[in-house]
C-alpha cells in the first residue's frame, strides 16, 4: 500500500507569527501548502494563488453549492474556506499537506480528516501577543483590543488541538512544528493515534486567565 500523507491544520492568535512561521516552515521543508479562499480584500503585498484565492462572495458561494470545500466559514464578515480537491489530491500521493485556517474552519477539517494533525501557535504570554500586535503598527488600539478579546474567546478552543506550538523564538519553534508533525506522520503510517508527551492543562489555563486581565 502506498504511503499517504499526514495533513496538518495550523490556527492561533492573531499576532501569534502564524504568516512568519509557516513561510520558514515551508521555505525549509518540504510541505504541500493548501492555500485558502477567501472574500476579503487582499492586504498590501498579497497575491492571488500565494497568500489566497480572492473570490468574490458570489464564486465563493458557487464553490459552495458544488461541495467544492473541505471546510468554510464566516469570519468577521467574510468567507473563508478550504478547496477540497488539491488537499486530496496531496494526500494521495504521499505528500504531507500543511494548511493555515482559523479555529472554526480547523475543527470542522478534524470532523472531515479524523487522522488530522492540529497545531495551535500562542506566543509564551498574553503581554507578548499585545506587545506584536502593537508592534505591527497597522491597527489602532481600538482594534487590537478587539483583537486580544477574540483571543481571549479563542483560547477556549486551545484543548481541542493535538499540539500547543509556543512561539518565543522563530527557528526554534519551527523545528519543534516540523518534528511533531514528523512524529505524527509516522505515528498515523503505524496505524497509532498521534499523542502529545506534554501536559499543556497548566499552559493554557495561564494563557486564558492573561487574556481575560487583558
Excluded: W
Amino acid at each position: 500500500m502506498s504511503k499517504k500523507g499526514i495533513l496538518t491544520v495550523v490556527s492561533g492568535f492573531s499576532g501569534a507569527g502564524k504568516g512568519t512561521l509557516m513561510k520558514a516552515l515551508l521555505e525549509k521543508y518540504d510541505y504541500a501548502l493548501s492555500i485558502s479562499a477567501t472574500t476579503r480584500a487582499p492586504r498590501e503585498g498579497e497575491q492571488h494563488g500565494r497568500e489566497y484565492y480572492f473570490l468574490s462572495k458570489e464564486a465563493f458561494e458557487s464553490m459552495i453549492e458544488k461541495n467544492e470545500l473541505i471546510e468554510y466559514a464566516q469570519y468577521v464578515e467574510n468567507y473563508y474556506g478550504t478547496p477540497k480537491s488539491y488537499v486530496e489530491q496531496q494526500l494521495s500521493s504521499g505528500k504531507n499537506v500543511i494548511l493555515e485556517i482559523e479555529i472554526q474552519g480547523a475543527l470542522n477539517v478534524k470532523k472531515m480528516f479524523p487522522d488530522a494533525l492540529l497545531i495551535f501557535v500562542t506566543p509564551p504570554t498574553a503581554m507578548e501577543l499585545k506587545e506584536r500586535l502593537v508592534k505591527r503598527g497597522t491597527e489602532d488600539m481600538e482594534t487590537i483590543n478587539k483583537r486580544l478579546k477574540r483571543a481571549a474567546e479563542e483560547s477556549a478552543y486551545m484543548k481541542e488541538y493535538d499540539y500547543i506550538a509556543i512561539n518565543a523564538d522563530l527557528d526554534t519553534c519551527v523545528e519543534d512544528m516540523n518534528a511533531t508533525i514528523c512524529k505524527a506522520a509516522h505515528m498515523l503510517e503505524a496505524g497509532q493515534k498521534f499523542t502529545d508527551s506534554k501536559d499543556n492543562t497548566s499552559l493554557i489555563t495561564r494563557i486564558q486567565e492573561e487574556l481575560k486581565a487583558l
